[in-house]
């Protein structure tokens, strides 16, 4: 005797059974009238499907539905992906070309603007500073000078800028260009209104020429030198009489290599 399943039962509701398996389903269901019950009920349950849905079961498929249209679409969306995958590693290539080649006109810029440049930053981060705004203060200036000119392998006394009105705050050591050692010194002064300058010293650069700048650079003055011994950036935002009053009592001390100099400045 063959065994009825539930799957078959299914089937033979939906009409979808072979001649043999059917009749074989209807000897069941005489003799199972519980069975008998429940397939009857699925069928009226097909039938009420079948009813309500006719008029759009006979409807022609829409051309948007349509097999042949749907894998063409698939097709397309996958070649527009591979598309765009292409233009974007084209355009990261272009991007590293342009960087590659861009990178020498970057490093052509002027030795001194860079440096003038990393002589704000360090005065815009460490001015606004009150408890650690210098690494050594001046209350061990003679510490603080021999320490930054053994960094920077050469002579660097400690302005002093009482005629002008600071004093010295303290300084610390600070990453610098790799033309210029590598190391800068910075060597923060205060006046009476907490008012802040700072110098920036570095070791001179490889062709060691003089050279001279005074500008302003994201509203801050900087007053800017090299000689054969080092480069110094003067750092603040004083009215500009005064900024270059303190530029060049910096100057005056710093180009003969120690504080007891009194070699004019001429701006």
């Known amino acids: 005797m063959t065994q009825i399943s539930r799957d078959m ?12 398996d059917r009749l074989a389903v209807e000897v069941y269901l005489a003799a199972n009238p519980e069975a008998a019950v ?12 079948r009813t ?9 498929v829409p051309a948007r539905l349509r097999p042949r249209r749907l894998a063409a679409e698939i097709e397309r969306r996958r070649s527009r992906g591979w598309a765009w995958a292409a233009a974007a590693m084209v355009l990261v290539g272009l991007g590293l070309a342009a960087g590659w080649f861009v990178r020498p006109l970057l490093d052509a810029r002027p030795a001194s603007a860079m440096l003038i440049a990393d002589a704000v930053n360090a005065h815009t981060v460490y001015v606004a500073e009150n408890r650690h705004a210098v690494e050594v203060g001046s209350d061990d200036s003679e510490h603080l000078s021999t320490w930054l000119s053994n960094r920077l392998e050469t002579t660097l006394g400690m302005p002093n800028l009482d005629a002008q009105g600071f004093a010295l705050v303290g300084g610390r050591l600070l990453p610098g260009e790799p033309d210029a050692g590598g190391r800068a010194a910075q060597l923060m002064y205060e006046d009476a209104a907490k008012q802040r300058v700072t110098i920036y010293v ?32 003067v750092v603040g935002t004083l009215p500009e009489d005064r900024m270059k009053a303190v530029a060049g009592a910096v100057y005056s001390q710093l180009t003969e290599g120690d504080v007891s100099s009194g070699r004019p400045y001429r701006g």
Not at 10 to 20: E, K
Not at 203 to 228: D, I, M, Q, V
Request: glycine share 8%; with cysteine.
């Open 9 to 20: 039962l299914m089937a033979y509701c939906d009409g979808q059974l072979p001649d043999g």
């Open 38 to 49: 429940e397939a009857a009920l699925v069928q009226r349950q097909n039938d009420a499907i």
């Open 52 to 60: 309500m849905f006719a008029p759009a079961g006979a409807e022609p």
């Open 202 to 233: 570095t070791a001179a650069l490889p062709g060691r020429e003089p050279a001279y700048k005074f500008t302003s650079y994201e509203g801050t003055e900087a007053f800017y030198w090299a000689n054969a011994r080092i480069t110094c950036t």
